[in-house]
């Protein structure tokens, strides 16, 4: 008896079963669902999202002051949910208007879905530095942009204030200036540089009475931003009772304050509107801003650039923004401010 043949295979020996049907192809078209609920992106954890359901939700039908109408807060429920795969790589942020189907019933454990976004009426954004071309989506849907300021300890930053001033008229909303601890520094020498802008305001300091501040919240959806230390989670605490959001001292050895805030809410105020709570921020980029939209924040500037050359940069030889400082037209720290925006956006054009 012979020694039988060791066999070797290749891919030549695999049977291949052909058919005449080609595979079917994925659908585009994407279900209905016509039973969803309106919801409210309230926080957002980890790819959670908490949504308050029912009751009249803000964002809604709105008067000539902009104000939302009267609520039905026993109707409501917090659901949590997750986003649907059909949404992509959409985002979803605080204030987002939102659909969703399953288990909307808020019991514990329970988890909804997300299956659809509404169109946005404003969006509050930022990049990382003025150098990054991520934008990054903060709030949507606010009416007021709060620009909480100290005046002292640590000291106010007009710099910042003029970013957060550019940053609101991009995302169409209307700007507030909050200064905070007057107890401590009179603000009479911010406010020379805002008063003439028109850019509305309001005073106050810690344990003081909030009245004012109250009224012009009341009834819209305001977000709050400002740096770190400037009393802001102080602030949202007298606001909102059992806000219970963590406050720390201002740091003695660099002056600024510590991140105590960590992640945006929505809370709502006992008077009526909404408050959306942010972490401090230390800087806040304006790389997706247009150098149009960047002129167009500096109203006390706007006019005099009438008389600049074709083409002028504002930051060169010619411009005639020096000129209007120099006869007192404006506040020069203004200029310098402008022109510090507008040298960062050209940088990044270069780029």
Known sequence: MGSALKRYYDEDDVRVRRSGRKSRPRTRIRPAHADAVDGFVVAVDRG??????????????????GRTGPEDKDERVLV?????????????????????????????DTLARIV????????LRRTADDTDDV????????????????????PPRPRMIDRLLVAAYDAGVDPLLCLTKSDLAPPDELLEIYRPLGVPYVVVYKGGPLDELRERLAGRVSVLVGHSGVGKSTLVNALVPNAQRVVQEVNAVTGRGRH?????????????????????????????????TVLAAFPDLVDATADCPKGCTHLGDGCALDAFVA???????????????????????ES
């Open 80 to 108: 949590v949910a997750m986003k649907a795969r059909e949404l992509g790589r959409k985002g979803i942020v605080v204030g987002d208007r939102v659909a969703l189907v399953g288990d909307v019933s808020g019991r514990p």
């Open 135 to 154: 934008e990054r989506p903060i709030v949507a849907n606010a009416d007021q942009l709060v620009i909480v300021t100290a005046l002292a300890d640590p």
């Open 327 to 349: 006869e007192g037209g404006a506040d020069p720290r203004r200029l310098d401010s402008l022109r510090r925006l507008l040298a960062n956006r050209m940088s990044m054009d």
């Open 260 to 292: 105590t805030s960590t992640s945006v809410v929505a809370l709502e105020l006992p008077e009526g509107g909404w408050i959306i709570d942010t972490p401090g921020v230390r800087s806040f980029g304006l790389a997706h801003v247009p150098a149009e």
């Open 116 to 123: 659809r976004v509404a169109e946005r009426r404003s969006i």
């Open 48 to 65: 959670r999202y908490t949504c308050l359901v029912g009751g009249g939700l803000p964002g809604g039908d709105r008067d000539q002051e």
